[in-house]
């Protein structure tokens, strides 16, 4: 299985996955707060049909949540991009996707989410409603239901509210829950027939399959020279 982590600096998720041997890329256009080969600083649209298996997805939120509501009308562009990188996302050319995003306008501009979850249903007694867009994956069943309904997120993180740290902070995802995903979604395999996608079953083979109109994966891009650093499309 080959997992992506779209949109994830923080390198939280793609390493829940690296620990129980499952091997998972995050992409994010900064560099990785944790350290590792196996991120790429660039644009995600770059490298979403290089084959893979499953991605879970972090677009940014800024022009998206309700919470900002009362800026919405200062940023139609802004917003409409956000919407367009949204969608791509979600009409990735991957078989299992989760597209998880705060309270935000997808839930009309596109639909509303499969489901909503919150930290303290893993582990972290706190809350930060979020919700989870899903393609070809079960819904996360709660880990450790704790006490403690503290709203940390909406207090602030020390750092000042919009500077770029308290950003940085309030989008990493809770252990808890990464622990969840590469528990409940990890061992899901998936088979690719003429049918369509979304059967479980294992993976087919990937290393060097390579050939008729496949495009070619990260590792072949990085074998042949290519870069796949490339600059945020405008």
């Not at 949109?7 to 996955?17: D, L, N, P």
């Not at 660039?42 to 290089?50: E, F, T, Y």
């Not at 990735?92 to 489901?115: F, G, H, L, W």
Request: hydrophobic share 35%; glycine share 8%.
């Amino acid at each position: 299985m080959k997992v992506l982590i779209a949109c994830e600096q923080s390198g939280i998720v793609r390493e829940a996955f690296k620990k129980v041997g499952i091997e998972a890329w995050s992409c994010d256009i900064l560099p990785s707060e944790i350290y590792s080969s196996k991120h790429y600083q660039g644009d995600v649209l770059d490298i979403l049909d290089d084959r893979w298996d499953m991605m879970i997805a972090h677009p940014p939120c800024t022009h998206l949540a309700v919470s900002g509501a009362r800026w919405f009308k200062d940023k139609v562009k802004e917003q409409k991009e956000a919407i367009d990188f949204f969608m791509k996302l979600v009409n990735a050319p991957i078989p299992k996707i989760c597209v998880e995003n705060p309270i935000s306008i997808m839930s009309t501009k596109y639909r509303k989410p499969d489901q909503i979850i919150q930290p303290w249903m893993f582990g972290h007694g706190e809350t930060k409603a979020t919700c989870l867009w899903l393609k070809g994956l079960p819904k996360l069943n709660p880990t450790n239901i704790v006490d403690g309904r503290d709203n940390n997120v909406h207090k602030g993180c020390g750092f000042g509210w919009n500077t770029i740290e308290c950003k940085k902070a309030r989008s990493k995802t809770f252990q808890g829950i990464a622990d969840a995903m590469v528990d409940q979604w990890g061992s899901l395999e998936i088979r690719e027939d003429n049918g369509g996608v979304g059967q479980w079953e294992s993976t087919p083979p990937r290393e060097g399959d390579v050939g008729g109109s496949n495009p070619p994966t990260v590792k072949e891009r990085e074998n042949s020279g290519s870069s796949l650093c490339n600059e945020v499309k405008k």
